[in-house]
Nanobody
């Protein structure tokens, strides 16, 4: 059994910062790539960022490039999303995802095996 638990969401004013965390737990489970997706009310779920097992390869949606940074700590099976210069349009439920094995297309939901329940990020103007 694998469980992903996100934390760090909350309310922040425009221009502020938040750091999301996602911890993966499970017996003998060490995630391959991990990623973040988000979904705003009335909008489709969209890719935000992904990171390889080693952390040597990352990918970002154009909408967050230069403002968000994804990182991970494999010792504790945790992935982070540092969000700076937040905008009201960043408001969404952010969900963490993890995969057992590497595959191409890390911006697609099909590349991931496990999903968290999400954490809400609200950016006020």
């Amino acid at each position: 059994q694998v469980q992903l638990v996100e934390s760090g969401g909350g309310l922040v004013q425009a221009g502020g910062s938040l750091r999301l965390s996602c911890a993966a737990s499970g017996r003998t489970f060490s995630p391959s790539h991990m990623g973040w997706f988000r979904q705003a009310p009335g909008k489709e779920r969209e890719f935000v960022a992904a990171i390889s097992w080693s952390g040597g390869s990352t990918a970002y949606a154009d909408s967050v490039k230069g403002r968000f940074t994804i990182s991970r700590d494999n010792a504790i099976n945790t992935v982070y999303l540092q969000m700076n210069s937040l905008k009201p349009e960043d408001t969404a439920a952010y969900t963490c995802a993890a995969a057992r094995y590497y595959s191409r297309g890390l911006d697609r939901r099909a590349a991931y095996d496990y999903w968290g329940q999400g954490t809400q990020v609200t950016v006020s103007s």
